[in-house]
Structures are given as C-alpha cells and as structure tokens.
C-alpha cells in the first residue's frame, strides 16, 4: 500500500527519528541513568522502572506522530496532573534533563530532529516543576 500523503508533507519527527526503535533506545538510555539517581529515583515508587519507561515511550511517541497507544491504554496525558504527587523541583528537573540529554546525545537521532526533541524536554522539564 502507498503512503497517500502528498510527497509535499514532510515526515513527522516520529518517521523522521526512526520510529518506535528510536523512542524505545532512547527511553532505556534514559531510564539507565534514573536508575541509579538519588534524586530521581526516588519518584518512580514501582520498583521495576519498565512500567515508567513503557508509558514514557509510548507518550513521546504518540507526541511525535506515531502509534496512539498512550492514549488508548491511558487516555487524555494530562501531564501536570499525573506528576502533580511528586515534588519535581529544580534539582529533580535538572537531573531528568541530565538523563534524557545524555540519552539524546547517545542516539543516531538526525541534527533537526535532536534540536527539536532538545527544545521540547526543556520545555516539559520546567512544565513538570511543582516546586520552588
């Protein structure tokens, strides 16, 4: 089956990144930092990280243009009010974007879409802080 897109549209950063490979790589590079943080850790009370890294993977995939997953297994994201238990402050905030950049930088992810991915976790990194 063709794609019935017009070859005008560009990809979405979903196709353009790799797929669903890519955003699985990239959320198991991330949660091997997490992993072993002292002040992230702490937020992720399940004691297997693969339930976190599953529902992270399946959110920016959706995000990006892929599969709608997350929202048929968790509907609406509502981001602010799921992390709204934990106390994300400056410092946690800065270690979530310590992982996730190092994670971003391991990856094949094309220049354009790193740069755009970048500018994405600094802006939900700050949208999840709940404290000063």
């Not at 790589?25 to 850790?41: Q, W």
Request: charge should be negative.
């Amino acid at each position: 089956m063709t794609d019935p897109r017009p070859e005008t549209l560009p990809a979405t950063l979903y196709e353009r990144a790799g797929g669903m490979s890519f955003f699985e790589s990239l959320i198991e590079r991330f949660y091997a930092g997490v992993a072993d943080d002292e002040a992230l850790r702490p937020l992720y009370p399940e004691a297997d990280l693969a339930p976190a890294a599953r529902r992270l993977t399946l959110f920016l995939a959706q995000y990006w243009g892929g599969p709608r997953t997350y929202d048929e297994e968790r509907g609406h994201p509502r981001l602010r009010t799921r992390h709204a238990p934990f106390a994300i402050g400056p410092v946690e905030r800065d270690r979530w974007l310590v992982h996730m950049r190092a994670a971003l930088a391991a990856s094949d992810a094309p220049p354009d879409v790193a740069a755009e991915l970048e500018r994405y976790i600094a802006m939900a990194a700050e949208a999840m802080r709940n404290r000063d």
